[in-house]
């Protein structure tokens, strides 16, 4: 049995990223290094894994944008986090149908763990693909990346406002390997960064993307420099409601976020707002913020099952609707996620948020 203590190393004491950082990619015993996590087996499906009729909509979406971009040469595409390496299997069978796009695509895949990337490169044979731990490969042409569940897996800081205080949410070990929570006085440096965000003024609990925003903040370099945009669809909300959002699942169950730490997954809801905020303060342009329902709609998706239930049988129709239901239904998928645009180009005219 792993004990506590692997995820906190040499300290007793960890902020709330830190320690889900360890949780997640400890290289020996972390969740995404050591587990396949997704598919019936796993402990999670995603929009990839219910329907190939999602990555075949986020493929038309990106032929759009190539066009929107002025057909350029040279493109660009970059997912962040590909998981199994389902979508871009489908998108590859997508792109063929499109030879003049298809022959102008580099595509890129951004993964951190070697386990992913086997199982990705077992699924996918094509020497179109690449796989990169940085962007400095990518020097010429638009760059459009793509990222489905990709921000809610980048652990979050917590912090909470008592009167003038802000406090900063830890996570510490005891002598009898047990796990408490602890807040000591947030830095000076954190207390600038979230006083920038007027989302975040008001609220006595905090949840901040710091890492996130790392990340994002190389994406964004990218971009400005080269034009293009990023896509992220993911679940979270528009509005914060001053509460915890962290949550862990196994067996595709709820599951108490300390109990099997490296077994079960950890990720937190995306705040879409701080988002948004965010690549405004970078110089970057923002689509409307849509949910994951308007935007498969807006670009054709109840079409192309139409299109495509003419020739199946009454049980691969009914197959075919109940997985399209997962994806839109408003108490389902459909509305708790969101998709956000961000991007540097003159032209607005990227499908689906209108």
């Given at each position: 049995?792993?004990?506590?203590?692997?995820f906190?190393?040499?300290?007793?004491?960890?902020?709330?990223?830190?320690?889900?950082?360890?949780?997640?990619?400890?290289?020996?015993?972390?969740?995404?290094?050591t587990?396949?996590?997704?598919?019936?087996?796993?402990?999670?499906?995603?929009?990839?894994?219910?329907?190939?009729?999602?990555?075949?909509?986020?493929?038309?979406?990106?032929?759009?944008?190539?066009?929107t971009?002025?057909?350029?040469?040279?493109?660009?595409?970059?997912?962040?986090?590909?998981?199994?390496?389902?979508?871009?299997?489908?998108?590859?069978?997508?792109?063929?149908?499109?030879?003049?796009?298809?022959?102008?695509?580099?595509?890129?895949?951004?993964?951190?763990?070697?386990?992913?990337?086997?199982?990705?490169?077992?699924?996918?044979?094509?020497?179109?693909?690449?796989?990169?731990?940085?962007?400095?490969?990518?020097?010429?042409?638009?760059?459009?990346?793509?990222?489905?569940?990709?921000?809610?897996?980048?652990?979050?800081?917590?912090?909470?406002?008592?009167?003038?205080?802000?406090?900063?949410?830890?996570?510490?070990?005891?002598?009898?390997?047990?796990?408490?929570?602890?807040?000591?006085?947030?830095?000076?440096?954190?207390?600038?960064?979230?006083k920038?965000?007027?989302i975040?003024?008001?609220?006595?609990?905090?949840?901040?993307?710091?890492?996130?925003l790392?990340?994002?903040?190389?994406?964004?370099?990218?971009?400005?420099?080269?034009?293009?945009?990023?896509?992220?669809?993911?679940?979270?909300?528009?509005?914060?409601?001053?509460?915890?959002?962290?949550?862990?699942?196994?067996?595709?169950?709820?599951?108490?976020?300390?109990?099997?730490?490296?077994?079960?997954?950890?990720?937190?809801?995306?705040?879409?707002?701080?988002?948004?905020?965010?690549?405004?303060?970078?110089?970057?342009?923002v689509?409307?913020?849509?949910?994951?329902?308007?935007?498969?709609?807006?670009?054709?998706?109840?079409?192309?099952?139409?299109?495509?239930?003419?020739?199946?049988?009454?049980?691969?129709?009914?197959?075919?609707?109940?997985?399209?239901?997962?994806?839109?239904?408003?108490?389902?998928?459909?509305?708790?996620?969101?998709?956000?645009?961000?991007?540097?180009?003159?032209?607005?005219?990227?499908?689906?948020?209108e």
């Amino acid at each position: 049995m792993i004990s506590n203590q692997n995820f906190f190393r040499s300290v007793k004491t960890l902020p709330v990223d830190k320690f889900i950082e360890n949780v997640l990619f400890n290289k020996k015993i972390g969740y995404y290094t050591t587990k396949i996590p997704f598919g019936r087996t796993g402990d999670f499906l995603t929009a990839p894994g219910i329907s190939n009729l999602f990555s075949e909509i986020i493929g038309i979406w990106l032929i759009s944008a190539w066009n929107t971009l002025g057909k350029p040469e040279k493109f660009n595409i970059v997912e962040l986090g590909p998981g199994d390496g389902n979508l871009i299997k489908i998108l590859l069978k997508t792109f063929q149908q499109f030879p003049e796009f298809n022959k102008s695509t580099n595509i890129f895949l951004y993964e951190k763990s070697n386990l992913l990337k086997k199982l990705q490169k077992k699924n996918i044979n094509d020497p179109k693909v690449k796989w990169i731990r940085n962007f400095t490969s990518i020097k010429k042409g638009p760059v459009i990346f793509f990222g489905n569940e990709f921000f809610d897996s980048i652990p979050i800081k917590q912090f909470f406002r008592k009167k003038n205080l802000l406090l900063e949410k830890y996570y510490s070990l005891n002598k009898k390997n047990k796990i408490n929570e602890i807040y000591k006085k947030a830095s000076h440096k954190d207390i600038l960064q979230i006083k920038k965000f007027k989302i975040l003024n008001n609220l006595k609990f905090i949840e901040f993307p710091k890492l996130g925003l790392d990340e994002l903040n190389k994406i964004i370099k990218k971009i400005s420099k080269l034009e293009g945009g990023l896509l992220i669809i993911d679940y979270g909300y528009l509005t914060p409601q001053n509460k915890n959002t962290l949550q862990s699942l196994i067996k595709h169950k709820r599951n108490s976020l300390l109990n099997n730490l490296g077994k079960a997954d950890i990720t937190s809801l995306v705040n879409f707002s701080l988002l948004n905020e965010f690549f405004i303060k970078n110089n970057l342009k923002v689509k409307k913020i849509v949910s994951q329902k308007f935007f498969l709609e807006k670009m054709g998706i109840i079409e192309r099952a139409n299109n495509l239930s003419k020739k199946m049988s009454f049980k691969e129709k009914t197959n075919l609707y109940l997985r399209l239901k997962r994806l839109l239904d408003t108490k389902l998928m459909g509305n708790l996620f969101k998709v956000i645009f961000t991007y540097k180009f003159k032209k607005n005219n990227f499908l689906g948020f209108e």
